[in-house]
């Protein structure tokens, strides 16, 4: 059984992995047996050492994905220093808070060009090399905002809302091509990203008293999930949008 997880010899790329939930995944796929292109604008020293010492290679790409600019690049090296590319995370995300009256289109764009844009043309690349080889695997990372409506974030629940959308329509065109496209929707995950919220003790305690599980997710919660959509055991899951959020949605 454990084989149909095993990624040994399978080379990922993931975003934004200094940190947080893509650092987080991009150790469990290493743990799994993969060798990881770390891709962002800050460097990955502390993941890639952690993966190395796993005994997996990586090598550290640095992009920054608010334009599409640096996508052929990211390929391309990813192909000559890891020597493929078999499955791709688009983890890295960014978030603005304002009242949507007030909403400035600098926040509209920086979101939706990082969070949407980007992963559309990093889905792309990808996917044209997976047809040619005649498979991959395509992990989008969405929200709990790709099933609700959110407050006082319309780029992020746009984006996210489109990732999904996204995620669902390249299932569609490339599942007879032997790529799996799916995303996972974290629930409220511990990270960079949501420590206003953790901050803040009203919000925190309605956020903590809605998750069935009772605590907030931490990101290595998030690498069974991953590990699974990036390896065999998920070769009939198409389009799918995983959950991994304590039963938030079950509410
Ligand atoms: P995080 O700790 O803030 O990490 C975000 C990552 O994205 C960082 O590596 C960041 O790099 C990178 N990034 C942001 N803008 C970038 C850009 N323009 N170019 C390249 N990399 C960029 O947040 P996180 O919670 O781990 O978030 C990871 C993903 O999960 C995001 O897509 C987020 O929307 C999603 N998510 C998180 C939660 C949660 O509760 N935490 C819930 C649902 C979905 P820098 O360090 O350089 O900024």
Redesign the pocket.
């Known amino acids: 059984m454990s084989k149909m997880f095993d990624l040994t010899g399978r080379v990922a790329i993931v975003?934004?992995?200094?940190?947080?939930?893509?650092?987080?995944i991009a150790v469990a796929l290493a743990e799994a047996g993969a060798d990881v292109a770390l891709?962002?604008?800050?460097a990955?020293d502390e993941t890639a050492e952690r993966i190395r010492a796993i005994g997996r290679r990586a090598a550290q790409v640095n992009?920054?994905?608010?334009t599409i600019a640096p996508i052929k690049g990211v390929i391309e090296r990813t192909l000559s220093e890891l020597g493929g590319l078999d499955i791709l995370v688009?983890?890295?995300?960014?978030?603005r808070r304002a009242d949507a009256v007030e909403f400035s289109e600098d926040d509209w764009d920086?979101v939706v060009d990082?969070?949407l844009k980007?992963v559309f043309f990093l889905c792309q690349a990808a996917g044209r090399h997976m047809i040619g080889q005649g498979g991959g695997k395509i992990i989008n990372?969405?929200?709990?905002?790709s099933f609700q409506g959110g407050i006082r974030v319309p780029s992020?629940t746009a984006s996210?809302s489109g990732v999904a959308g996204l995620t669902r329509l390249l299932a569609n065109e490339w599942a007879s091509k032997g790529i799996n496209v799916n995303a996972i929707?974290?629930?409220?995950?511990?990270?960079?990203?949501?420590a206003a919220?953790q901050a803040d003790e009203t919000r925190n305690r309605q956020i903590m008293d809605r998750i069935p599980a009772g605590r907030?997710?931490e990101?290595p919660d998030l690498g069974g999930a991953a590990v699974f959509l990036a390896s065999s055991a998920s070769d009939y899951v198409q389009g799918h949008i995983l959950a991994v959020d304590g039963g938030w949605l079950a509410r």
């Open positions: 975003t934004g992995a200094n940190t947080g939930i893509g650092q987080a891709v962002g604008r800050s990955a992009a920054d994905l608010s688009n983890n890295a995300g960014t978030i920086a990082t969070n980007s990372i969405a929200s709990m905002l992020y996210k929707a974290p629930g409220y995950i511990a990270t960079n990203n949501t919220l907030w997710g990101p």
